[in-house]
């Protein structure tokens, strides 16, 4: 972690929520450190438009917010409702989905609504997901709907005995695309507008963690090797694709692989999201640090013995391989850890150190999440922190995330 957010900033964040008199669990975003980070996702992309990842925030406002910046164009949703209501409610203009939908209540609603037609994207990698569509709204009944390929982005060396990144798309090599493309472009009521791809083996593995010298080093080998291959096959692929269907998209990477996917000719614009809250996930990345901007509070509510103070929640604990990484970090007051038996719990987490001797009923600890939009599941709000005239830190507003919206997609 950056200097800059020393103890004494943490402090800083805790007296202003205090101030407000703003009651715990809460969600604090600091604009600066936000400001940061939307700065330093434009560099990395030298150039190339950033599509906001929308599970990474889930807090409409910001959503928005980045958008109103150079370097930020479109939206990468997570569901079809969610992207539906983001087409609709926020007039974003250019929504595209991250992942298939077999939802039959959303894609009704969606499928008869020709503002949200026009502004959202499907995102397919089966003929099967076409069958499911037209079995929920005929294509007689609906705007032609405009759909994207998924193309896998693992690397399988070896000949494919090995498989490293995410499981998602079938479609991994050209012969794959095309065929699907040619299923799209014959069918009634779809039109190919798009691919995507998305490089989680090195978008989304640390590369400088440390104590893991040796480790870090395969990763980079590996993410290197893999990037070489990936440029050449979606190369490859789009260019395939571009003579079957005008592609408005070509749509890859994250937050992790910026300088990588900016780097690919095909690409049209980048995925990230995580980077602009700055989840401690991705503190072991050797290319970028992004300034910690969303934290939350927890308010101790009893002291089991001399040394440890137990907080109210926290069993916040993110999604993946279940590992301590998973877990939040507790960042302030410094040297506080968890007790190893109960952990993050879900209605108290006891946290042991020094520095609980000093704590009381009702002060707040404050800590760091993994990953950055799923926290805003846990929340109806978020205090926006600003520096005022003298430096110090101060809650501007008060906004909701989805949930405070009543939003609940996943």
């Given at each position: 972690m950056s200097s800059?957010?020393?103890?004494?900033?943490?402090?800083?964040?805790?007296?202003?929520?205090?101030?407000?008199?703003?009651?715990?669990?809460?969600?604090?975003?600091?604009?600066?450190?936000?400001?940061?980070?939307?700065?330093?996702?434009r560099r990395r992309a030298a150039g190339t438009p950033i599509r906001v990842a929308s599970k990474s925030l889930r807090v409409r406002s910001i959503i928005e917010n980045t958008l109103g910046h150079p370097g930020y164009a479109g939206v990468l949703a997570y569901d079809l409702a969610e992207?539906?209501?983001?087409?609709?409610?926020?007039?974003?203009?250019?929504?595209l989905m991250g992942y298939p939908t077999v939802r039959r209540e959303a894609l009704t609603a969606f499928a008869t609504d020709e503002i949200a037609v026009s502004r959202v994207t499907l995102l397919v990698d089966s003929a099967d997901q076409l069958d499911l569509i037209d079995s929920v709204v005929e294509p007689d009944r609906r705007p032609a709907l405009r759909v994207a390929i998924d193309i896998d982005a693992s690397y399988r060396p070896l000949g494919g005995l090995v498989h490293i990144g995410v499981r998602r798309s079938p479609v991994h090599g050209v012969a794959d695309a095309v065929a699907l493309a040619r299923t799209?472009?014959?069918?009634?009521?779809?039109?190919?507008?798009?691919?995507?791809?998305?490089?989680?083996?090195?978008?989304?593995?640390?590369?400088?963690?440390?104590?893991?010298?040796?480790?870090?080093?395969?990763v980079?080998?590996?993410?290197?090797?893999?990037?070489?291959?990936?440029?050449?096959?979606?190369?490859?692929?789009?260019?395939?694709?571009?003579?079957?269907?005008d592609l408005e998209i070509v749509n890859a990477g994250g937050t992790g692989s910026l300088e990588e996917s900016a780097a690919d000719s095909s690409v049209t614009d980048i995925a990230a999201g995580s980077g602009l809250f700055g989840g401690h996930l991705f503190d072991g990345y050797r290319r970028f640090r992004p300034a910690p901007a969303l934290s939350f509070?927890?308010?101790?509510?009893?002291?089991?013995?001399?040394?440890?103070?137990?907080?109210?929640?926290?069993?916040?604990?993110?999604?993946?391989?279940?590992?301590?990484?998973?877990?939040?970090?507790?960042?302030?007051?410094?040297?506080?850890?968890?007790?190893?038996?109960?952990?993050?719990?879900?209605?108290?987490?006891p946290l042991r150190g020094d520095a609980a001797r000093d704590l009381r009923a009702g002060d707040r600890i404050w800590f760091r999440h993994t990953k950055s939009g799923e926290v805003c599941e846990?929340?109806?709000r978020v205090a926006l922190i600003e520096r005022d005239a003298t430096g110090d830190p101060r809650v501007r507003e008060v906004v909701p995330t989805y949930r405070g919206e009543g939003r609940c997609f996943l």
């Open positions: 800059a957010y020393d103890q004494s900033w943490w402090a800083g964040i805790a007296d202003a929520v205090r101030t407000a008199g703003l009651d715990a669990p809460i969600l604090t975003l600091d604009m600066a450190a936000f400001a940061a980070n939307v700065a330093d996702l992207a539906h209501w983001l087409a609709t409610q926020s007039g974003i203009t250019d929504v799209i472009t014959a069918r009634a009521g779809f039109t190919l507008v798009g691919a995507m791809s998305y490089e989680a083996q090195v978008a989304g593995v640390a590369d400088d963690v440390d104590g893991r010298a040796l480790q870090n080093l395969a980079r080998l590996m993410q290197q090797r893999s990037m070489r291959e990936l440029r050449r096959r979606r190369g490859a692929i789009v260019a395939a694709l571009r003579e079957i269907a509070g927890l308010d101790v509510v009893r002291k089991p013995g001399d040394d440890i103070a137990t907080c109210a929640g926290g069993g916040w604990i993110a999604s993946g391989p279940p590992a301590a990484d998973r877990l939040p970090i507790p960042v302030w007051p410094d040297g506080l850890s968890y007790v190893g038996t109960e952990a993050a719990g879900e209605v108290q987490t846990r929340s109806a």
